[in-house]
């Protein structure tokens, strides 16, 4: 999935020489907790947050602080072709909430931790009508292929799979099925020799 998929195009945006008090109002007219600051052509020129116009609003008040002062003047950017992991990473890494989307140096969009919290969602099937299996498979060669095949064999229509990253000893698959009972499933599992970690109707 890349990043033009879920990215908010054409974001509300400020000059530089926007105040404190009118980024702050800006902000909160439109809920939303980041500003990209822009030049003539939507050229990126920084980016500011929410909490960060808050901390500087009283020092703004009583010392010569702008909105200069405030923004990151070379925010961490990512482009619209790019995946979305690169986004999600760093976000991650760099405990951000949300990230100009540039091409050419022109902003194009946001994306924020809610966009990739969103796909997230909407890829595992979290908010709709699912059951899920949640299997050890181990590192032995072949048996992933062996627990999808008993799933499919007893009824689990399979819509994801997703994995934790722990040792690969006993990783653990987490399949997503359409909505049905898994004791069935669970049972043949079970076995075939798997530890069912988890089953949800």
């Given amino acids: 999935m890349k990043i033009r998929d879920l990215m908010i195009p054409d974001p509300i945006t400020i000059p530089k020489g926007t105040s404190i008090e009118e980024a702050?109002?800006?902000?909160?007219?439109?809920?939303?907790?980041?500003?990209?600051?822009?030049?003539?052509?939507?050229?990126?020129?920084?980016?500011?947050?929410?909490?960060?116009?808050?901390q500087g609003l009283i020092p703004s008040m009583v010392a010569d602080l702008s909105l200069s002062d405030l923004m990151i003047a070379k925010p961490i950017t990512v482009e619209p072709d790019d995946d979305v992991e690169v986004a999600a990473k760093a976000i991650y890494n760099y405990k951000i909430g949300g990230i100009p989307v540039v091409e050419g140096g022109t902003l194009v969009g946001i994306i924020t931790e809610s966009d990739i919290l969103r796909a997230f969602i909407d890829m595992m099937g979290v908010m709709t009508a699912t059951s899920r299996v949640d299997v050890a498979v181990g590192d032995q060669?072949?048996?992933?292929?062996?627990?999808?095949?008993?799933i499919n064999d007893h009824g689990g229509d399979v819509i994801n799979v997703g994995m934790t990253a722990q040792d690969i000893d006993r990783r653990v698959y987490f399949?997503?099925?359409?909505?049905?009972?898994?004791?069935?499933?669970?049972?043949?599992?079970?076995t075939g020799g798997f530890e069912v970690v988890a089953a949800m109707d």
């Fill in 141 to 150: 060669p072949g048996r992933l292929r062996e627990a999808l095949q008993i």
């Fill in 24 to 54: 702050i109002g800006v902000m909160k007219t439109n809920s939303i907790r980041h500003l990209p600051v822009v030049s003539k052509g939507k050229r990126l020129e920084g980016f500011v947050t929410l909490a960060d116009l808050k």
């Fill in 175 to 190: 399949f997503r099925l359409a909505a049905c009972k898994t004791d069935r499933i669970r049972k043949a599992l079970e």
